[in-house]
């Protein structure tokens, strides 16, 4: 399974300070075990919400708001992707990350097997219709 | 911490640590299966003790420091002490000789080369191929004898025995534990990465049961193969089997329909191939060409799942470039099942009539005689030729052969649709 590991932002991340040498030295220590555990798929880390913006949706109008925001837990300042055999085995893992203050959060991320019995034939329907879709574009 | 939660952490730290303790502990002991033994003490005193102490702040060095104990206590007992001894001061005084530099450096290549070291055993000639894939997954994969029982549609019992004698053939054959090296390096590597592939197919398009896809085993050889790439960076054709695991893995999504039932690779919904895996596949790709290794076996299949990667439609495939990779491979490992995979190509590139000829041949071959894909192809083409009853016939030998149960039903199905062309 893969679990999506969201790291929180906090005031020095969204103030857009840059990690010291020996915090971008340790987390190059980590990524590197990661890697060679099999564990790493992806990871990156994110510019401050200032650089950002969001899209609102309401009622079919669309707004669009450029960061930076407020709420600074609530924000996401960087992000993996792992690849492991249990929620238990991710936690194991971020316990090894260094970090001194910060909140991490583990997401499962869907697989197709997951949708089960909930991949109806409604889905169904519209998975062949888009397959078909397809194979007309491929015509033309 | 509850108990069901300190048994999980134990678990997740078993898989992360395990095939790193196994192995330092074999350097030490020199049996791969006593030190698997010895592994497990550690774990079940971990077990014993956690729940009561709490896990500790650097799990992994509490176990191997756990096992390792007992590594000594038993050559202690044992006859080997005297020599052991010796070897071990020599270790200790090479790793006091590392240590002025770069001490975590020298700790980190020593944990990489007791791995390697386990690959290679666990992969040795003197085991037979299931042998391998079950040490491998158990040494390695840090997966329990009944997971991998499960994964294998095997009973419990049977899976221990495979393992318990897998290790019993290595200690007799007084398999060293250690890289091989020179000329025997290569054919070394080859059985590795045979062991990792197998565990991939096995998975991918599981060869018995009625599941067409097994996706925990998939990950796991995928790991496997990750793992691997870091261990041996320098050797182009591990590249090569993990740019062909992770592009075939991309697809799985799309080669399952909702009810379970096998999608062919032209047919798939290309939205819902995985581009993270594309594109970690097609990386690692090119990382196999760029050490000179365009031309191995794993690279040319990786490079001809590439091909199909890279095409947005099923038209936009370069088939000439398929049948000119199919061609490079039946060079150096010619095999029937890559003559049948390039008439295939060649069928897509030039038309169902030139790839019949090609395919017709092999009809002969004793080799081919119960591989289901030989008439499932012929149907295919003679289908495509309008040559309906004949290709009925050939869908139906095809179904009649697989031993995967939704293979079956798609065959069926499709020799049910030569039926309603040839009426119409």
């Known amino acids: ?140 | 911490m509850t108990a069901t939660e300190t048994h999980q952490a134990i678990n997740a730290v078993w898989r992360i640590e395990s095939a790193r303790i196994i192995a330092g502990v074999a350097r030490i002991v020199g049996d791969v299966g006593q030190a698997e033994d010895l592994a497990q003490d550690a774990l079940v005193a971990a077990l014993e003790t956690w729940p009561r102490s709490g896990v500790p702040d650097n799990p992994g060095a509490w176990l191997m420091t756990a096992a390792k104990n007992r590594a000594i206590d038993l050559l202690r007992r044992d006859k080997r002490l005297e020599l052991k001894h010796q070897q071990l001061g020599h270790e200790l005084e090479a790793q006091r000789e590392m240590a002025v530099p770069d001490l975590d450096r020298g700790l980190d290549d020593e944990v990489g080369d007791d791995l390697l070291r386990l690959v290679f055993t666990a992969c040795h000639p003197v085991l037979s191929t299931e042998a391998r894939v079950a040490l491998t997954l158990r040494l390695l994969g840090g997966l329990t004898t009944d997971e991998i029982a499960r994964a294998f549609l095997i009973p419990l019992p049977a899976m221990a025995q495979r393992i318990v004698r897998a290790k019993k053939t290595l200690a007799e054959a007084r398999v060293p534990f250690e890289v091989p090296r020179g000329a025997e390096l290569a054919a070394r590597l080859a059985s590795v990465l045979e062991v990792v592939y197998l565990i991939f197919n096995e998975g991918y398009s599981a060869t018995a049961g009625d599941e067409w896809l097994r996706p925990a085993l998939c990950e796991d050889a995928l790991r496997l193969g990750r793992i691997l790439a870091e261990l041996a960076p320098g050797e182009a054709e591990v590249h090569g089997l993990v740019a062909l695991m992770e592009i075939q893995a991309s697809r799985s999504r799309a080669r399952v329909g909702p009810s379970g039932e096998p999608i062919l690779l032209l047919d798939q919904n290309r939205g819902r191939w995985d581009q993270l895996l594309i594109r970690r596949g097609l990386a690692a790709l090119q990382r196999a060409e760029r050490l000179g290794g365009a031309a191995g076996p794993y690279a040319l299949q990786a490079a001809i799942v590439a091909c199909h990667a890279r095409a947005r439609s099923p038209e936009e495939t370069d088939w000439a470039r398929i049948v000119e990779i199919y061609g490079a491979l039946a060079r150096i490992a010619p095999s029937p099942v890559i003559e049948l995979n390039r008439a295939v190509a060649v069928g897509m590139a030039s038309g169902p009539a030139a790839a019949l000829e090609l395919v017709d041949p092999l009809t002969a071959l004793p080799a081919l005689r119960t591989y289901h894909l030989l008439p499932s192809v012929r149907g295919d083409l003679l289908f495509k030729l309008g040559r309906f009853p004949e290709a009925k016939a050939e869908f139906e030998r095809a179904a009649a052969l697989t031993r995967n149960g939704r293979e079956r039903d798609l065959l069926l199905k499709r020799a049910a649709a030569c039926v309603e062309s040839s009426t119409h």
Do not use: C, Y
């Open chain 1, 1 to 140: 399974m893969r679990f999506m590991v969201i790291v929180k932002a906090d005031k020095k991340s969204e103030a857009g300070v840059l990690p010291t040498r020996q915090e971008l030295a340790e987390m190059g220590k980590f990524n590197d075990e990661l890697v060679k555990a099999g564990v790493m798929l992806a990871g990156e880390g994110l510019h401050a919400s200032s650089k950002g913006a969001r899209v609102r949706f309401s009622g079919g109008k669309q707004t669009v708001i450029d960061g930076p925001f407020a709420e600074t837990k609530e924000l996401v300042a960087g992000f993996w992707l792992w690849q492991v055999k249990s929620k238990a085995e991710a936690i194991e893992w971020i316990k090894r990350a260094p970090f001194k203050d910060a909140e991490i959060e583990l997401r499962q991320v869907f697989e197709a097997e997951d949708f089960g019995a909930e991949f109806t034939p409604e889905l169904k329907q519209q998975e062949e219709r888009q397959r078909a879709q397809m194979a007309g574009q491929g015509r033309k």
